[in-house]
């Protein structure tokens, strides 16, 4: 099959979009089948070349948004100009990633060649949009995010969502377009190895010394500032605690003055983006226990990861993680409570017993979320729209 893929984000942005999209085309284009991507430009120096892909990557001219400079618009005259030479290629299944400019290029496209539309809903836009428009009224966002929701599920034919969590809000915005549930998953063989005491001693942290960490893109929805405050209450049993933060985001220098604020600044590291195949191996496996707390994730990949590399985990469980810490006995889930969560991570940095227990468990647990196991699911299911489509095409006579 050929897949023309569209998104308004990819890297060298690094969120779980990017990392889901780039997911999907290596594991269609391993059950041989073609991908395209149309994707925003971040400027030359900072686009990933082609050859590193393995899949076409076309870039738009982009610029940069007021209220979110870390992404990226493509330009509404690039992607017009697009046009044409998308619909003269003979596309079996057009897939798009996020509600922007990629999706009207994806239904202008699908309408033009009758190729079938599948959008993946990445992202609770509800719940983000309250972090990155405060001077809106909370109802006033909420109210948008439903109402352009619907608009744009109802003009695709099929959508995946992540997480049985994200079905039900999707169901409850009155959303009747088909979906599917299946989760991006990840490459097992990429989160094996990693080594946590040559972290520690590159950095200063002492083999025993207690330590949890957390990687996650630095921004307000995926709650970190909960994350310090919980580290507060540890410290007082834990004087030498050291909390690790990987990751950046817009957040970074409001997170680093709470630290200070809170009285635990010497007690918290910031690492910033790690190389995903060495250094962030490294920094999971140097923790005694991984930490998330994002009340906003339809997938929570970075808690598989740390499955997959035998951390003990300690995370409430909402939306996606709610998914993917069902029955996991790697995971302790806590209540989005400072003091429950502080508890919950407390018992595992005083019992290395049941830390060696959870770790054990972790890689078992991470096998329900291999990727090339899951897009066997999102082959069938481009297969199937494909054959409706051309059912549905006109037979020239």
């Known amino acids: 099959m050929r897949i023309l ?51 076409e990557v076309r870039r738009v001219p982009s610029r940069t948004i007021f209220f979110d400079p870390e992404d990226r618009l493509m330009r509404a005259a690039d992607v017009r100009a697009l046009h044409g030479r998308l619909a003269a290629r003979d596309w079996d299944v057009i897939h798009v990633h996020t509600p922007f400019r990629a999706h009207g290029l994806g239904v202008r496209i699908g309408r033009l060649t009758g190729a ?10 509800e719940e983000y949009v309250a972090h990155y428009l405060p001077w809106l009224p909370r109802v006033a966002t909420r109210f948008a995010a439903r109402t352009l929701s619907r608009r744009l599920c109802h003009e695709v034919d099929h ?3 992540p997480s049985r969590e994200m079905t039900g809000v999707l169901d409850r915005y009155g959303i009747r377009t088909p979906s599917t549930v299946i989760p991006t998953g990840i490459h ?26 957390t990687v996650s893109r630095l921004a307000q929805e995926k709650n970190i500032a909960f994350l310090l405050r919980m580290a507060k209450r540890l410290v007082g049993d834990f004087p030498d605690l050291c909390f690790v933060i990987a990751g950046e985001g817009p957040d970074a220098l409001r997170l680093k003055q709470l630290a200070t604020e809170l009285g635990i600044a010497p007690n918290v590291r910031f690492f910033g983006n790690l190389d995903r195949r060495t250094t962030l191996l490294d920094c999971y496996r140097a923790g005694d226990a991984f930490v998330f707390a994002s009340p906003t994730e339809t997938q929570g990949l970075v808690l598989v990861e740390a499955m997959a590399l035998g951390v003990p985990i ?18 302790r889930v806590a209540r989005e409570d400072e003091a429950d969560f502080a508890g919950h991570v407390a018992t595992l940095l005083r019992d290395p017993g049941l830390r060696a227990a959870l770790a054990a468990a972790g890689p078992t647990v991470a096998q329900r979320w291999s990727a090339p196991v899951l897009m066997r699911q999102v082959e069938a299911l481009y297969a199937s729209l494909a054959v409706r489509a051309r059912r549905r095409r006109p037979v020239a006579v």
């Open 188 to 213: 097992l063989d990429e989160f094996r190895g990693g080594d946590g005491a040559a972290f520690r001693a590159r950095h200063g942290i002492r083999p025993d010394q207690p330590t949890i960490v």
């Open 314 to 331: 300690v995370s409430t469980a909402v939306m996606g993680t709610a998914t993917v810490l069902e029955g996991a006995a790697c995971a």
């Open 159 to 161: 959508l995946i969502v």
């Open 116 to 125: 079938p539309m599948v959008e993946t809903y990445h992202t609770y836009f």
């Open 5 to 55: 893929m569209l998104s308004d984000v990819y890297f060298p942005r690094v969120n779980g979009v990017s990392s889901s999209i780039r997911t999907f085309a290596r594991e269609l284009l391993s059950l041989g089948h073609e991908v395209s991507l149309v994707a925003p430009s971040y400027g030359e120096h900072l686009d990933h070349p082609h050859h590193d892909e393995g899949f």
